[in-house]
């Protein structure tokens, strides 16, 4: 919390080393564009098929930050995922933007989990 009793949330999204190799594999792999659009179909899928069982605190802490580091604006820059998206789906959340790196993170970890299994696996398979 900071001085006025509020919480603290991150304003750059840093992802871990591993996870930037799974952003490096869906762009070849899927084709994606940047590594922001690859990024924000992790954050989509894992909210949309994983949201009921991230622990978001406890992988906040557990998942490293020592990868690429994006600017919270450069993700989303109106606002739409982190304090709508977000902040509808979990009306508690106070850091919407800590939910938001846990959760691109481990929509992360599930696509690379599913590419590992099936050789034949494509992007329309996650939607």
């Known amino acids: 919390m900071n001085n006025h009793g509020i919480m603290e949330d991150y304003k750059n999204i840093r ?3 591993d996870a930037d190799v799974i952003v490096d594999e869906m762009i070849d792999r899927f084709c994606f564009p940047t590594r922001v659009s690859a990024m924000r179909f ?3 899928f894992a909210l949309r098929d994983y949201r009921t069982e ?4 406890k992988l906040d802490t ?3 930050k020592n990868g690429t580091n994006l600017n919270t604006g450069t993700i989303d820059d109106q606002n739409l995922i982190f304090r709508t998206l977000i902040l509808t789906l979990f009306p508690d959340c106070e850091t919407p933007y800590k939910f938001a790196r846990v959760a691109i993170i481990y ?3 599930k696509i690379k989990d599913l590419m590992s299994s ?3 696996f494509t992007i329309t398979d996650l939607m």
Do not use: K, Q, R, V
């Not at 991230?54 to 605190?57: A, G, T």
């Open 15 to 17: 992802i871990s080393l």
């Open 42 to 44: 992790a954050l989509a």
């Open 118 to 120: 099936n050789p034949t």
């Open 107 to 109: 929509g992360l970890y």
């Open 62 to 64: 557990a998942y490293e």
């Open 54 to 57: 991230i622990d978001f605190e």
